[in-house]
C-alpha cells in the first residue's frame, strides 16, 4: 500500500523558513518523480516544485530562487526548504507521486497523494 505522509508545517513570520518533510512508503520511491503542491484557501492547486527520478529540478515562478527541493532515496523522503517566506505562500503543502520517472505539471498526472501540512506565513 502506497503511503505518502507530509511533516513541517507550521505558523511563522514574513521572512521565515520552513523545511517539509515527505515520507514515501509502499513502492520503488527512486523510480518516481515527486511533486509538491499547494491549495490556498478558494484557490485550485498549484504546482510549487518537482524532481525527476534523475534528480531534475523544476520550480514555479512564485517559488524560484527561494524554495529548493529534494529527495533522498535511501531514506525515500522528500523535502521542501522554504526561505524567505511571504504571506502569499498560506496554503495546504501536499506532495505526490507520479508513476513515471519523469514529471508533468498537472496534478491529473499524479497517481499518489499525501493528507498534506499546512504552512501560515503572517505579515
Known amino acids: 500500500q502506497v503511503q505518502l505522509v507530509e511533516s513541517g508545517g507550521g505558523s511563522v513570520q514574513a521572512g521565515g523558513s520552513l523545511r517539509l518533510s515527505c515520507a514515501a512508503s509502499g513502492y520503488t520511491y527512486s523510480n518516481y518523480c515527486m511533486a509538491w503542491f499547494r491549495q490556498a484557501p478558494g484557490k485550485g492547486r498549484e504546482a510549487v516544485a518537482r524532481?525527476?527520478?534523475?534528480?531534475?529540478?523544476y520550480y514555479s515562478d512564485s517559488v524560484k530562487g527561494r524554495f529548493t527541493v529534494s529527495r533522498d532515496n535511501a531514506k525515500n523522503t522528500l523535502y521542501l526548504q522554504m526561505n524567505g517566506l511571504k504571506p502569499e505562500d498560506t496554503a495546504m503543502y501536499y506532495c505526490?507521486?507520479?508513476?513515471?520517472?519523469?514529471?508533468?505539471?498537472?496534478?491529473?498526472?499524479?497517481?499518489?497523494w499525501g493528507q498534506g501540512t499546512q504552512v501560515a506565513v503572517s505579515s
Open positions: 505526490a507521486a507520479r508513476r513515471y520517472r519523469y514529471c508533468a505539471v498537472g496534478d491529473g498526472e499524479y497517481t499518489y
Open positions: 524532481i525527476e527520478a534523475d534528480q531534475w529540478t
